[in-house]
T-cell receptor
């Protein structure tokens, strides 16, 4: 099983600041990596697929990058609506696996 | 608009059964891979099961293998999850989600990321 490890567990950021979230895979997942945002009481929403590609309708302040088995989600300037929990997921092999999540909270 | 609507959740005793449904609209349901993902209150996301776009392939997490069955009825644009021998630790919100496709040569492949999610249905297993 491919283990996805997200860090940090909680990130405290002020509105307008940059947030950098990390996700590490225990083995290669190629570019089969997605990022999701989940707000309280809501279903997750896809932000990034293919490690780098923003999903339809996702603002340009969200960007994904990759280096080997290390993946990063960057939110360039946090807006109030961006405070949420973020998950990464690999879809290169079975079972599909998610990271434990990073909560982005207001500093 | 692409939409997924789950139903069928509820309270069931340990050892009981439930069938979840996910009604799909706004896309060609018969050609897309679909997945079920669950979330325990206050916890993270756990993949449960998936079915390929062609419907020929089904996949299960070890925790549900042999107890849950995923299926689809393309005439009704509906995805199902039959859950038998339910356990207390199956208690969760269950989401269905739509996959993505990629094209190669004359073929179409499945990406098992989840680009549209339903609102979820709650399953509670308790005596």
């Amino acid at each position: 099983e491919i283990v996805m490890t997200q860090s940090p567990a909680t990130l405290s950021v002020s509105p307008g600041e940059r947030a950098t979230l990390s996700c590490r895979a225990s083995q290669s997942v190629s570019s089969n990596l997605a990022w999701y945002q989940q707000k309280p009481g809501q279903a997750p929403r896809i932000l990034i697929h293919g490690a780098l590609t923003r999903a339809t309708g996702i603002p340009a302040r969200f960007s994904g990058s990759a280096s080997g088995t290390e993946f990063t989600l960057t939110i360039s300037s946090l807006q109030s609506e961006d405070f949420a929990v973020y998950y990464c997921q690999q879809y290169t092999d079975w079972p599909l696996t998610f990271g434990g999540g990073t909560k982005v909270e207001i500093k | 608009e692409v939409q997924l609507v789950e139903s069928g959740g509820g309270l069931v005793q340990p050892g009981g059964s439930l069938r979840l449904s996910c009604a799909a609209s706004g896309f060609t349901f018969s050609t897309y891979a679909m997945t079920w993902v669950r979330q325990t209150p206050g916890k993270g996301l756990e993949w449960v099961s998936a079915i390929s776009g062609s419907g020929d392939g089904t996949f299960y997490a070890d925790s549900v293998k042999g107890r849950f069955t995923i299926s689809r009825d393309t005439s009704k644009n509906t995805l199902y999850l039959q859950m038998n021998s339910l356990r207390v630790d199956d208690t969760a919100v269950y989401y269905c989600a739509k996959g993505r496709q990629y094209y190669f040569g004359s073929g179409v492949g499945d990406y098992y990321c989840m680009d549209v999610w339903g609102q979820g249905t709650t399953v509670t297993v308790s005596s």
